[in-house]
């Protein structure tokens, strides 16, 4: 009897071995403890709140900081949408139920690690009417296996995210920020990142944005946002635009509406008095918001003047932009389906061409049908994507420019190229989520960009042994990175003669520099 009980004490006071480690799908973050949930050799923890939800008094207001919560919060499912549009089958927009407070991010890890890992947080495209962190295209799995933490976001969308209001203005104080909700929410998961990855086995000192189309087009917003600079180390830009002009937020230019212009013409269409204040704006149902759909290209790049102080371009020619190691390129064939006579901001991106300019660039396209195909696509991605790396490598910075031009054989496009965000399930390495077979070609093909993409969150440099030299354009201008069927080639820019043209055309009507 004696001796039983003093084993039993022997076992109460014996020391927990070092060994025995803590459960990997339990950990406690900055707001409380999370439970996620483990498959195979990755560890994922879903719909995290990163702010509050930005509902009633809240909307078109600065995210404030997530609440606290007591006991163990379930982290095995993804939280809501954020309010948008039906999407017509983007694979980039995950399940419903959709809601305002979607204010949530995901993680993926892997369950094995010796310290800290790279951290690459995604930023979804949708021109900023669609998308969500919670697509099945964007499951972080396969590039968390390589060796790196990913964060997937949801970031307020449409009007609810990108809007303004005189009612509005008149209701904050003159110097909160206003217009770019959506960008002050992907700062606030970039701060929450920066304050709880550590726990989530990521480095908080090495973190690469990068975002596709809208989120391109983010990660270049980000990389010029003052309240930006330091939460991200390393930026990758898929199909990011460069050249836009945005609105600003009170002041309207020569066919460039002001935001708050833009707000008063949709109130008129949602049926509201002329003096509407503040609290009738915020009394509109969510879904009231979504028609007409505001056009990316006009209605949702907007300079506020505080979170967004000038354009990209304007940032990147004056060398304001982040000191960081940059990644950008473009698809083969971005918009081939948009015509310069179509209806619509990208249709009508020539209409400043002079005569001689149009000229040169038609014998340059090889005539009409040349120029149709391609003279969106140069003028939206192509040229921009190569002044904007042009700039950057200018300036001092590691540099690497692509092209995508990877065509499943299952799917031929009818442009002949890779069309517009048909890169997103090769960065991922998530190809059996587009729903068609997909082959070897392909998989080599997701192995290549997952591979550079990774490596280059890790390191600022893509290169490795064991693929082919990616040029970094401090040392080599002119040169991209060309992913084809064949795998990826070294080579000069495609095209330059037209782009040549395009980029004076730029200097006449845009001299930035």
């Known amino acids: 009897m004696i001796a039983s009980s003093l084993l039993s004490l022997m076992m109460v006071f014996a020391p927990v071995p ?60 993804y939280g809501a949408l954020c309010i948008q549009a039906p999407a017509n089958g983007d694979p980039g927009v995950g399940p419903l139920p959709m809601s305002e407070d979607c204010l949530t991010l995901n993680v993926w890890a892997p369950v094995e690690r010796t310290g800290p890992l790279p951290v690459m947080v995604w930023i979804h495209g949708g ?39 005189p009612a509005l203005a008149a209701d904050r104080p003159a110097d909160e920020p206003a217009g770019n909700y959506g960008v002050m929410d992907q700062i606030a998961a970039l701060e929450w990142v920066r304050d709880n990855i550590a726990a989530l086995g990521g480095d908080p000192g ?30 990758i830009v898929q199909s990011g635009l460069g050249r836009q002009r945005s609105a600003e937020l ?9 935001a708050q212009s833009l707000g008063l013409t949709f109130a008129r269409s949602a049926r509201l008095p002329a003096d509407a204040d503040a609290a009738q704006l915020r009394a509109l149902p969510a879904e009231s918001l979504l028609s007409p759909m505001p056009p990316f290209y006009s209605d949702n790049v907007i300079v506020d003047g505080i979170v967004l102080t000038e354009d990209v371009v304007e940032a990147f020619a004056a060398g304001r932009q982040a000191p960081v190691p940059l990644i950008l390129g473009t698809n083969s064939a971005e918009f081939w389906w ?91 390495d998530t190809l059996e989520t587009v729903g068609r077979p997909l082959g070897q070609r392909d998989q080599d093909a997701a192995d290549a960009m997952a591979g550079y993409w990774t490596t280059f969150a890790r390191d600022g440099d893509p290169n490795a042994s064991d693929r082919p030299t990616w040029p970094d354009l401090r040392a080599a201008p002119g040169q991209l990175l060309e992913f084809t069927n064949d795998g990826p080639v070294a080579r000069p820019m495609p095209h330059a003669e037209r782009l040549d043209l395009i980029e004076s055309f730029y200097a006449r009507v845009r001299p930035w520099s």
């Open 18 to 77: 070092d060994s025995v480690p803590d459960p990997v799908d339990t950990v406690r973050l900055e707001n409380g403890t999370v439970q996620g949930a483990v498959a195979g050799d990755i560890v994922a923890f879903k719909g995290l709140p990163y702010a509050a939800p930005p509902v009633g008094e809240r909307r078109w207001r600065p995210p404030a900081p997530a609440a606290n919560w007591e006991g163990t919060r379930d982290a095995t499912t």
């Open 127 to 165: 021109g900023y009417n669609n998308g969500s962190g919670t697509a099945p295209l964007y499951d972080g799995s396969a590039l968390a296996r390589r060796g790196v933490v990913v964060v997937t976001i949801n970031y307020r969308l449409g009007r609810l995210g990108f809007f303004d209001h």
């Open 206 to 235: 090495n973190v690469t944005i990068f975002g596709e189309s809208a989120g391109g087009v983010a990660v270049t917003q980000l990389m010029v946002a003052p309240s930006a600079r330091g939460l991200f180390h390393k930026a």
């Open 250 to 258: 009170a002041l309207d230019r020569p066919g460039r509406p002001s």
């Open 338 to 428: 948009i015509r310069p006579t179509d209806a619509g901001a990208y249709g009508r991106i020539d209409d400043a061409l002079t005569v001689a300019e149009h000229d040169a660039l038609l014998a340059a396209y090889g005539g009409p049908d040349g120029y149709d195909a391609h003279i969106i696509s140069d003028l939206t991605f192509n040229e921009p994507a190569r002044y904007l790396t042009r700039l950057h490598a200018a300036a001092g910075y590691p540099t690497f420019l692509y092209r995508f031009d990877v065509v499943p054989e299952s799917n031929p496009e009818p442009s002949g190229g890779a069309t517009h965000a048909s890169e997103r399930p090769y960065v991922f």
